[in-house]
């Protein structure tokens, strides 16, 4: 394995490879800033989708946009790519490798032998980074671990094309220069204001009832009426699946929050502006209610708190968190004004 390789370790997976992959190119950023300029907050309900023979659910956008919008917005050449038979998204990866490449990759988890057990179940939009080969093993960094490990060729493969929802299909992104990429102040503050925005209209003005805040508050609805609906055993493991959707899968509801309260911090003092840090503080508030409700998931689901005043309450804590981001994401917008 390369000891010089220079692993990191991030609390959301994407976030992590993006900026491991930015840093090959020269351009050196946080977490919180690759978060929020790939305007990875998000949140959608899709009633007429199972995930684990459960309600699907997301807490960030979709895989791979963070890189694809982070790379957009700060002016860098990449490249992604999608593969209809195994064995040519194989041989393009090795021949990046051979190119001396770091190559992101979307997997599924349950293949992925180095994680704990209890983490492997079938989940497809984790990413890591494929670093290098040596025989039949590929050198890889998940930025979610403490240190590189390794994955047999077959055990890789099988991961990039794991079924069901958020089918990998092989999907590979790398950055295509291998030099240093100047990117300026001006453009930093352009990226970080674009990525604001879009986070706006994502959270704000998308149609519909299930994505953004509206759908934060469909589920506070659907929470009320699944006690009675589909009995407390089922709406308990219905609520036990949101608690991993939000907390155990990368960093979830409440992480992410705390994510872009990161993110608004650092982009007050990029644009010594207090106002941001005052939302900075909403989207702290708002993680904390997401842990909150968490806790009280999982008393539902481990069967201590079954009565309809506990889904009430539950419900009740989607309202307010759908309430708070809300105006969170409306004094952005209003702030962001000002820098076009």
């Known amino acids: 394995m390369d000891n010089n390789y220079q692993h990191i370790q991030t609390a959301h997976c994407e976030n992590g490879v993006?900026?491991?992959?930015l840093k090959t190119a020269g351009?050196?950023?946080?977490e919180p800033m690759a978060f929020g300029i790939g305007s990875g907050l998000f949140y959608i309900?899709?009633?007429f989708l199972k995930l684990n023979n459960a309600p699907a659910l997301a807490f960030r956008t979709m895989p791979g946009r963070i890189f694809k919008q982070s790379c957009n917005f700060l002016g860098v050449e990449y490249k992604s790519r999608r593969f209809s038979k195994p064995q040519n998204a194989e041989a393009y990866l090795d021949k990046l490798l051979e190119q001396g490449y770091d190559v992101g990759c979307q997997v599924g988890v349950f293949n992925l032998s180095y994680l704990p057990v209890e983490y492997r179940?079938?989940?497809?939009?984790?990413?890591?980074?494929?670093y290098g080969k040596e025989g039949d093993e590929y050198l890889i960094s998940d930025t979610t671990m403490e240190k590189p490990t390794r994955l047999g060729a077959t055990e890789l493969l099988k991961a990039r094309y794991a079924h069901?929802?958020?089918?990998?299909?092989g999907h590979l992104y790398y950055i295509k220069e291998k030099g240093p990429v100047s990117v300026s102040d001006y453009r930093l503050r352009e990226a970080v204001v674009k990525g604001i925005k879009r986070n706006v209209r994502d959270m704000l003005h998308i149609p519909g009832s299930f994505a953004g805040v509206s759908g934060i508050?469909?589920?506070g609805d659907k929470v009320r009426k699944w006690r009675d609906q589909l009995g407390v055993r089922k709406a308990g493991r219905y609520l036990g699946h949101i608690v991993r959707m939000q907390e155990e899968i990368g960093t979830g509801g409440g992480g992410f929050r705390f994510l872009y309260a990161a993110f608004l911090e650092r982009t007050a003092e990029l644009f010594q502006d207090d106002q941001l840090l005052s939302v900075s503080e909403d989207f702290g508030k708002a993680g904390d209610m997401w842990r909150t409700s968490a806790v009280k998931m999982a008393g539902v689901f481990r069967g201590r708190n079954t009565g309809q005043e506990h889904?009430?309450?539950i419900a009740g804590l989607f309202?307010?968190?759908?309430?708070?981001?809300s105006q969170a994401f409306k004094r952005l917008s209003q702030i962001v004004k000002k820098y076009d």
């Not at 179940?121 to 494929?130: E, G, K, P």
């Open 121 to 130: 179940f079938h989940f497809n939009a984790h990413n890591l980074v494929v």
């Open 217 to 219: 508050k469909y589920t």
């Open 311 to 313: 889904f009430n309450e």
């Open 45 to 47: 309900h899709i009633p």
């Open 27 to 30: 351009i050196n950023i946080d």
């Open 18 to 21: 993006v900026v491991r992959l």
């Open 319 to 325: 309202y307010e968190i759908s309430d708070i981001e």
């Open 164 to 169: 069901g929802l958020y089918a990998p299909k």
